[in-house]
Each structure stands twice: as structure tokens, then as C-alpha cells.
């Protein structure tokens, strides 16, 4: 029997540690994936640039993980509150969005050159704002919901989310994504598209070198790592967002009725809860592929160097 119950538990943690860093894990994979095949091609960058570009996509990583491996024995313990959380994904893509912003470092320019046309539109593919713009937006919905359903706590704080059974006065609460997060996070994330939208027009701004192919690549191969470091933020964000709401949707109230004996109420977004979920995985994946995908970039994988050719 003792037995028994020690295999039930040591499957029960297994497929909670699965499910905890399932996500992060099949992240990782579909960004090696990723560049083996889609960005295989890519250009060689400088042993600079490509320091440069690893920090900025691998450090972010490693710090938003570092909270959720300290939680199950893997790390320190960092007991951060919810605003700290959702806040840390968007300050660490502003952080790499700038890093990624310094441009890369040619010895070999040909003023010539300069009669080619360098526009952003040049470097940047159009679904990359696209799908940033749908991102931050789906982010500031869901901070004015949160923030619209949430009451005052005894510190005259907005994070608290409040039911109430009928008329019996009988209340239950728990802790939501309020006014107290959203209001900094949404800070935040204006900054970060700040950031970003200089970044993308601070690329076409050096000369161009003497190999235009070569340095059109790398620009190019710019651009993305900033769409891809300022969209994995988002997620990253958007995952802590959506497992705190999740915890708040699970709430419920119990309490005895008269004759219609012990009634349970929940909130009115309960049956969200599964979807919350399954938007925290696809987030979290999506999140992490996205930041790791921009740290291979700098790393040689078989990249072709793009013959030079000279302008006149």
C-alpha cells in the first residue's frame, strides 16, 4: 500500500513538473528547430554582434525562469509579488531591445554606397509590427478588464476581486491582476514599443559597407531579433497575466442556503479557467522560442557568407 501511494505521488509531481516546465522546454526545442531549418542561412555575424545578440535573447531567459526554478528546490527562493512578475518580462525586452539597438561594427564602408536606398521598410517585414501592435493590444484589454473588476484591499490598493451569494451578505475574495499591476505593466509596455520603434529606425542609419548583400542580411537579421525580442516580452507578460487570472477564475463560495442547503457560487469567468490555461502554455512557449530563437541567431550554424560586391 505504502508503496503504492509512493508511486502515485512520484507520477503526480512528475506530470506537475511537466506542466510547470513543459512550456519553457518545448520552447527551447522549437527554437533549435527553428534554426537548424528557417534561419540555417542566416549571416555570420561579428564575434561582437554575436555576444552581443546571445545576451540579449539567453540572460532574458535564464532571469525569468530563475523565480519558477527557486519555487520547486532548482534555485533561490525569489518571493516576488504579482506586480514584480508581470512587469519583469517587459523590463527585460526593453533592456535587450536596446542592447540589440547598437549597430553592428564595419571597418569597411564605401561612401559610395550611400546612393542605394536604406528605409526601415528596406529591413522590416511588415507582419512584425503587425503582430506586435496585436499583441500589446490584447495585453491592454486585458489590464483595463482586470483593472475594471477590481476593488479596493485594506490598504486602499486595487487587487481585489470580490463574489457575493445573493443577498445573505456572505463574500469571498482573492487577489487579481488590478489597477496596482496593470497601471505600471502598461507603462511598461509603452515604453518597450518605444524602444522598439527606435531600434527599427535606427537600423537603415549607418553607411552601408562595402558588401550590401552581407549588410543587408545583417540588418535584416536585426530587425527580426528586435521583433522577436519585443514580441517574446509581450508573451512572457501575457502568460503571467493569464495564470494570475486563471488562479482568480478557480475561486469559489460556499455557504449554507436554508433548504436549499449548502449552494456554491463562482466567478462569472469560471469556465475560462481551461482556456486561461492553455493561453498561459502557448504563451510561455511562444515566449521563450522567441527570446532562445534570438540568441541562435548569433551562434554559426552552417550560415552562407554572401559574396561582396563592390559599388562603383
Known amino acids: 500500500m505504502y508503496q503504492r501511494n509512493d508511486t502515485l505521488t512520484e507520477a503526480t509531481m512528475i506530470l506537475f513538473l511537466l506542466l510547470i516546465w513543459g512550456p519553457s522546454v518545448l520552447g527551447a526545442v522549437i527554437a533549435l528547430a527553428l534554426r537548424l531549418t528557417l534561419l540555417r542561412g542566416a549571416p555570420r555575424l561579428s564575434t561582437r554582434d554575436a555576444v552581443i545578440t546571445a545576451v540579449a535573447g539567453g540572460v532574458p531567459v535564464i532571469v525569468f525562469l530563475a523565480p519558477l526554478a527557486g519555487d520547486f528546490g532548482f534555485g533561490p527562493?525569489?518571493?516576488w509579488d504579482l506586480g514584480s512578475r508581470t512587469a519583469l518580462p517587459l523590463i527585460l525586452g526593453i533592456v535587450s531591445v536596446i542592447l540589440l539597438c547598437f549597430p553592428s561594427r564595419s571597418t569597411q564602408m564605401d561612401a559610395s554606397a550611400q546612393l542605394v536606398p536604406r528605409t526601415v521598410r528596406t529591413f522590416l517585414r511588415p507582419r512584425q509590427p503587425i503582430l506586435l501592435g496585436v499583441l500589446a493590444t490584447v495585453a491592454v484589454a486585458l489590464a483595463l478588464a482586470a483593472g475594471a473588476a477590481s476593488e479596493t484591499d485594506e490598504r486602499g490598493e486595487y487587487t481585489r476581486f470580490s463574489i457575493t451569494l445573493g443577498s445573505s451578505g456572505t463574500s469571498a475574495s482573492t487577489g487579481i491582476y488590478g489597477w496596482h499591476y496593470s497601471l505600471p505593466s502598461l507603462a511598461l509596455l509603452g515604453v518597450l514599443l518605444l524602444a522598439t520603434a527606435i531600434?527599427?529606425?535606427?537600423i537603415p542609419?549607418?553607411?552601408?559597407?562595402y558588401d550590401?548583400?552581407?549588410?543587408?542580411?545583417i540588418r535584416r537579421l536585426r530587425a527580426a531579433n528586435i521583433a522577436r525580442i519585443a514580441c517574446g516580452a509581450v508573451l512572457l507578460h501575457l502568460a503571467v497575466v493569464f495564470s494570475s487570472l486563471r488562479g482568480t477564475a478557480s475561486?469559489?463560495?460556499?455557504a449554507q442556503?436554508?433548504?436549499?442547503?449548502?449552494?456554491?457560487?463562482?466567478?462569472?469567468f469560471a469556465a475560462m479557467?481551461?482556456?486561461l490555461f492553455v493561453a498561459w502554455a502557448l504563451s510561455t512557449t511562444a515566449g521563450i522560442a522567441l527570446w532562445l530563437l534570438t540568441a541562435l541567431s548569433g551562434v554559426p550554424m552552417g550560415a552562407r557568407t554572401p559574396s561582396q560586391v563592390r559599388t562603383s
Open 77 to 79: 527562493q525569489l518571493w
Open 205 to 209: 542609419r549607418p553607411a552601408w559597407s
Open 212 to 217: 550590401i548583400d552581407r549588410d543587408t542580411a
Open 199 to 202: 531600434g527599427w529606425l535606427l
Open 273 to 275: 479557467e481551461p482556456a
Open 251 to 254: 475561486m469559489m463560495l460556499s
Open 257 to 268: 442556503a436554508g433548504p436549499l442547503g449548502m449552494v456554491s457560487l463562482g466567478t462569472p
